[in-house]
């Protein structure tokens, strides 16, 4: 089967930096995408690595070493907008389309 | 960039009934999908609308249960059938746009199901 650990809640002030850790158990792995929830909305996709190393988006980062099974979300300059559920998530080789979701951090962001 | 919108909302239904959500996508995408979240949980994936063609369902659910109609490329009906209090539920459809990657999916608003 799959697994998917990360953290269950993470806290910070303004202006800091926050990784957010993400370790996978899966077989067939294809890649890792994370997704930023706020209280009452829907999902929206922040990032996806499918090969080892760093991506980066503005503010946000993500990182992946899949010797290691592992990833990171990277928040870097924080606001407090950033208060929200991140989600790491899997995905598996072709033929199985098809998004295996952690169970989300919750990102507290104080001023 | 592409839209998503829900119909309902929110619904608050009784044991037994049946409820049929509705997703529609403002462009065209390439897949279509149904989730499950509950208030400050996880996603759980139900199936994967397919074009014309019977749903995929993954493990726990069944098309019984969760019939899902996809008759073409920008609009999925999901149906909550002989519901109890256990179905309620935040479900939520997704989409893959043209040329993107299957793990770059954009949601809709979510609609909240409450069973009585």
């Known amino acids: 089967g799959q697994s998917l650990e990360q953290p269950s809640e993470v806290t910070a002030v303004e202006g800091a930096i926050v990784q957010i850790n993400c370790t996978y158990q899966?077989?067939?792995?294809?890649?890792l995408s994370w997704y930023q929830q706020h209280d009452g909305g829907a999902p929206t996709f922040l990032s996806y690595?499918?090969?080892?190393g760093l991506e980066e988006t503005g503010r946000f980062s993500s990182f992946l070493s899949r010797s290691d099974s592992y990833g990171y979300l990277l928040l870097q300059e924080l606001q407090m907008k950033d208060s929200a559920s991140y989600f790491c998530?899997?995905?598996?080789?072709?033929?199985?389309?098809?998004?295996?979701f952690g169970k989300g951090t919750m990102l507290l962001v104080s001023p | 960039s592409a839209v998503i919108s829900q119909k309902p909302s929110r619904d608050i239904c009784q044991r037994g009934t049946s409820l049929t959500i509705q997703c529609q996508v403002d462009?065209?995408?390439?897949?279509m999908f149904w989730y499950r979240q509950q208030p400050g949980q996880s996603l759980t994936l139900i199936a994967t609308?397919?074009?014309?063609?019977?749903?995929?369902?993954e493990s726990g659910f069944v098309i019984d249960k969760f019939p899902i109609s996809r008759p073409n490329l920008t609009f999925s009906t999901l149906t909550v059938s002989n519901m109890s209090p256990e179905d309620s539920s935040i479900y939520l459809c997704?989409?893959?746009?043209?040329?993107?990657?299957?793990?770059?999916?954009?949601f809709g608003p979510g609609t909240r199901l409450t069973v009585l």
């Open positions: 997704s989409a893959t746009r043209q040329g993107a990657d299957y793990s770059e999916q954009f």
């Open positions: 899966t077989s067939g792995f294809y890649g």
């Open positions: 690595n499918a090969l080892d």
């Open positions: 998530a899997v995905s598996f080789v072709s033929g199985y389309s098809t998004l295996t």
């Open positions: 462009s065209q995408v390439t897949m």
């Open positions: 609308a397919n074009q014309g063609s019977e749903a995929t369902y």
